[in-house]
């Protein structure tokens, strides 16, 4: 039997992202304060030796001018975060998971741009090495020195 639906692969894809960025444009103030709560400062956590040991949270070591200041920031960065949606939706549906090493070309006061990397789960560490290196590397050819 011939699958006759009237969509494709891409359309489900489309609609997934918009709906991705509908989803994460949707900034509940009350809620980041709330989330914010009760969560650990990452700056601020123990070495992974410590076992069991919390580092401090938001609401423990903030007044509350200083958790509305943060809180606020917060919001701010989330309402300016880059609209992802297409590559979140395409890595998943594709197989591929985000690095945590990203190639960022620096210029007088800000990144002139930035390059994420995914790929397959399987992919060797070494490969994932060599193919980060081996960019930067042949972008570098092209930077003037210092």
Known sequence: MTDRRPYTDDDLRA???????????????????????????ESMLPPAETDGADGPHWDEILDEDQFDTAQRSIADLLTNAADTSEWAVNLGA????????QLTAHGDDSPMFR?????????????????????????AKHFPTA
């Open 15 to 41: 609609e997934a992202a918009r709906q991705h960025h509908t989803a994460s444009c949707d900034h509940d103030f009350v809620g980041i304060g709330e989330q914010m709560q009760g969560a650990e400062i």
């Open 115 to 139: 390059l994420h990397f995914a790929v397959r789960p399987d992919m060797p560490d070494d490969m994932r090495r060599a193919l980060v290196e081996g960019i930067a590397l042949e972008i």
């Open 94 to 101: 594709d197989g591929l998971e985000p690095l945590p090493e």
